[in-house]
């Protein structure tokens, strides 16, 4: 059973935008957040968001160009991210914070060039 389904992402040029977005039952009660992985690295956190929306945290290595949010009544969360760089190259997946094991889904691709 696919309990988070994650879209949105694609192929860019470095600076370009993307907006993903990530939708299933457990955003209407959790705390959610985003995490990815590059080839050959561990999953790593991105950002989180409180059940409310009125807390965010980034990881600094997204700081201040990627935004975390969401809507509960869609049962979706999203992360805008601006200003790409070729180290956002990943699968990003989200899920509830702390991470339920099963509901890692297939994430999505994000591939950034130079």
């Known amino acids: 059973q696919v309990q988070l389904v994650e879209s949105g992402g694609g192929s860019v040029q470095a600076g370009g935008s993307l907006r993903l977005s990530c939708a299933g039952p457990?955003?209407?009660?959790?705390?959610m957040a985003w995490f990815r992985q590059a080839p050959g690295k561990e999953r790593e956190f991105v950002a989180r968001?409180?059940?409310?929306?009125?807390?965010?945290y980034y990881a600094d290595s997204v700081q201040g160009r990627f935004t975390i949010s969401r809507d509960n009544a869609k049962r979706t969360v999203y992360l805008q991210m601006n200003n790409l760089k070729p180290e956002d190259t990943a699968v990003y997946y989200c899920?509830?914070?702390?991470?339920?094991?099963?509901?890692w889904g297939q994430g999505t691709q994000v591939t950034v060039s130079s």
């Open positions: 968001i409180t059940w409310s929306g009125d807390n965010l």
């Open positions: 457990i955003v209407t009660f959790a705390p």
């Open positions: 899920n509830a914070m702390p991470p339920r094991q099963d509901h």
